[in-house]
């Protein structure tokens, strides 16, 4: 039996920043902080994932929500902010794009995730560093992004990165990829009823 602190407590929807088919049998969702290290080392795993079993014929669709931890990322808040200011003004792709430089620049320097290098990886991604700088002076993208932390608070994520498969919290090792396909595969023969 799932216990209710291990399942997804908001339904995935259109809101959400998707990659993958919406009729995938399985949905990952991950909970994740920008700046947090072990998110950054999840990232390309996620990746790899995505590739392999959509090679295997078995793709899935995986959603990303903010979860900023501010007390130990001072930095976390105004990148999840970025990303979304780049979703609000460029659509899905720029934020991909987005949300892939935040991550690929995470480890350059302390700075890398200050509100000036966030305005260039928005120009990157195709939108205008100057309406994100704009964004994040005014916490024009706060909300999006503390409903996205709420949803995780009320789904019992109390740390980075969090996986959630067809709703039921991934509680295994996501650094061993042979394990984490494993139990995406054992979902979608779930989904799919074999």
Not at 109 to 131: F, I, K, M, N, P
Not at 140 to 162: A, C, Y
Request: hydrophobic content about 45%; proline content about 4%.
């Amino acid at each position: 039996m799932i216990t209710p602190a291990r399942r997804l407590r908001s339904d995935v929807t259109d809101r959400d920043h998707s990659r993958g088919p919406v009729y995938a049998a399985v949905t990952l969702v991950e909970y994740g902080d920008y700046q947090c290290p072990h998110c950054r080392r999840a990232h390309p795993i996620v990746e790899a994932l995505q590739q392999r079993l959509a090679a295997a014929g078995s793709p899935f669709r995986f959603v990303y929500r903010n979860f900023p931890l501010t007390e130990i990322h001072s930095r976390a808040l105004h990148a999840a902010e970025a990303a979304e200011s780049v979703a609000a003004h460029g659509g899905e792709l720029a934020f991909w794009a987005m949300h892939d430089a935040i991550f690929e620049h995470q480890l350059d320097s302390t700075l890398a995730l200050s509100d000036q290098h966030l305005a260039e990886y928005a120009a990157a991604a195709g939108v205008d560093g100057a309406l994100v700088a704009r964004d994040l002076e005014n916490g024009v993208h706060e909300p999006r992004v503390r409903d996205d932390f709420l949803g995780g608070v009320r789904s019992g994520v109390n740390g980075t990165p969090t996986f959630f498969i067809n709703g039921v919290r991934f509680d295994g090792d996501w650094t061993d990829a042979d394990a984490f396909a494993l139990a995406l595969e054992d979902a979608a023969a779930v989904a799919s009823g074999r």
